[in-house]
């Protein structure tokens, strides 16, 4: 019997480290590939300079300036607008059949396919409100892409703050403005910012959304506002891997695109996981 | 003579009862707590003691489905009065909880917060600071790492910053909701030094478990049962010659 045991156990728990080691090893083969592929062609040149000769040489400086702008305005436009949502659903909650609504509208929003925002962008942010393929356009459309995540990791978050320091709080004579400002959002923020981390990863990388909203083909011109269309890494890449005329040399360059995409979201959210930890050491509890 | 109970007590309530949905938490309960003087308040649990020290700085307006009839005076104003800023009350009635809850932010930031609030200058704050933390017998303790978490302190100093946050506001009364109960012993006999400590200066209802600590403590025992003041007396005169039955049984253990 004990033997029995011990053998179903024994197969239990390496079966186990079988499946772990298989998920790792799928993260490793994907670094492997992107940058085996792709490592080769980043170089100073590559990052600082614009494409040349129908993209088969030169750089893609404009498509990482226009994935930085979309990606921090996206974020600064879904962030605040997430966590006001977030505070109404868990603080006011009312009227019900409001929440409800908005719950719904939430849910069903994260589950839409990213062309359809695509779609959305362009019909609002381009055509109704004359924003035109620009920076400010595809940024709105990435927000809008980025807000359940946010409101959903905002709500937990809030959440999760213990009643007792609400309590406190407003036994102290704290109005519930004060609470909300001075207690539960500052004791949120760490878990807020670990949903903020995850949606830049997605907004970075998005192609769909841009696609007809803020990405050009090419240009080798920079922004010069918000008001501009601009290249995108994610849409570089789509664009090198299917409109090219020369394969053999845009191939590789599609992969270092990748590699570059992969280090600016680390880089954000590295900077971002920084600022998480020193709010979390400032208030430990 | 309800009145002229209320004429000499510092907070009293009138005719209040208390629901919650359909549940009668407190029937007709007319109270007085006497100005400077601990008041305790026992009874076995579910008997609405908390729920009645909660209706003293209107901490149940929090919860929902919660209908409040009957008045609470502060002298001669009925906090549950329309007009009534409750911020304001809660800032004249201070609060500590069971469980101690001091803030995630530092030793300081926790005894500043009421200050802070209400938008007092920085060095007004820093000399209440220390006020409020030597009136809680803290001061000592905590004086040479104020600007560390308050997580950092032990549960009973804890719950002494608590105290020190609330008299911060310079608070006329200060609830105190089995303010021990989370405690080890040593700890418990420091709170209670610190409420006979802090008598002449505020008045002071505590709601206890202990029937010993009220003994030892309070000036003034209110027996709860079942939503009812069973009975009101000089904690002495209580003690010893009970006039209620029911009293008498809890005194002597025979339920709670």
């Known amino acids: 019997m004990t033997t029995i045991r011990r053998i179903k156990s024994f197969i239990g728990i390496n079966f186990l480290r079988l499946f772990i080691l298989l998920t790792a090893s799928f993260l490793f083969l994907f670094l492997y590939v992107i940058f085996s592929k792709g490592g080769s062609v980043v170089n100073w040149e590559f990052l600082t300079h614009s494409p040349k000769r129908f993209m088969t040489e030169g750089g893609i400086y404009p498509a990482i300036v226009g994935t930085f702008w979309l990606t921090i305005l996206s974020i600064g436009f879904a962030l605040p607008l997430g966590i006001f949502t977030a505070i109404f659903m868990t603080n006011f909650a009312k009227p019900y059949w409001l929440v409800r609504i908005v719950r719904v509208a939430i849910n069903t929003l994260a589950g839409v396919p990213s062309i359809i925002y695509g779609l959305f962008g362009l019909t609002v942010f381009v055509r109704l409100f004359k924003f035109d393929v620009s920076i400010l356009s595809g940024a709105l459309t990435l927000g809008v892409l980025a807000l359940p995540v946010i409101i959903n990791a905002s709500e937990e978050a809030i959440r999760s703050v213990p009643k007792d320091f609400r309590d406190a709080s407003l036994a102290l004579g704290a109005t519930k403005r004060q609470t909300i400002l001075r207690v539960i959002l500052p004791t949120a923020l760490p878990n807020i910012l670990t949903g903020a981390i995850i949606s830049i990863g997605r907004v970075a990388g998005e192609t769909a959304p841009i696609l007809f909203t803020a990405a050009t083909f090419y240009t080798r011109l920079l922004p010069k506002s918000v008001m501009d269309e601009v290249m995108a890494l994610p849409y570089h890449i789509y664009a090198l891997m299917t409109e090219g005329a020369h394969p053999a040399k845009q191939v590789p360059m599609a992969y270092g695109t990748a590699v570059v995409l992969l280090a600016l979201v680390l880089l954000v959210s590295t900077v971002a996981i920084v600022i998480r930890y020193r709010i979390r050491k400032k208030r430990k509890w | ?256």
Request: one cysteine or more; hydrophobic letters at 35%.
């Open chain 2, 1 to 256: 003579m309800v009145k002229d109970i209320r004429e000499k007590a510092h907070i009293s309530t009138e005719n209040l009862n208390l629901w919650f949905d359909d549940n009668h938490v407190l029937k007709e309960v007319n109270i007085p707590i006497y100005d400077k003087k601990i008041t305790a308040m026992i009874g076995p649990s579910g008997c609405g003691k908390s729920t009645l020290l909660r209706c003293f700085n209107r901490m149940n307006d929090q919860i929902e489905g919660c209908k409040i009839k009957g008045k609470v005076h502060l002298y001669d104003q009925n906090i549950y009065d329309s007009k009534v800023d409750v911020t304001d009350v809660r800032t004249k009635v201070g609060m500590v909880f069971q469980k101690p809850n001091p803030f995630p932010k530092s030793i300081y930031n926790n005894v500043a917060y009421g200050l802070k609030i209400r938008g007092e200058n920085k060095s007004k704050i820093e000399g209440l600071v220390e006020k409020s933390l030597k009136k809680a017998l803290l001061w000592d303790e905590v004086k040479d790492r104020l600007h560390a978490s308050a997580f950092s302190l032990s549960g009973g100093q804890q719950q002494r910053l608590c105290i020190a946050r609330a008299l911060a506001n310079d608070p006329e009364i200060i609830l105190l909701d089995e303010p021990t109960s989370a405690l080890d012993p040593q700890s418990t006999a420091k709170i209670e030094e610190l409420c006979l400590e802090l008598k002449n200066k505020v008045t002071i209802l505590i709601v206890t478990h202990n029937i010993a600590q009220a003994g030892r403590i309070s000036d003034y025992t209110a027996f709860m049962y079942l939503g009812e003041l069973v009975e009101f007396a000089p904690t002495k005169e209580m003690f010893t010659v009970p006039k209620d039955s029911r009293t008498e049984q809890y005194l002597s253990g025979a339920f709670g």
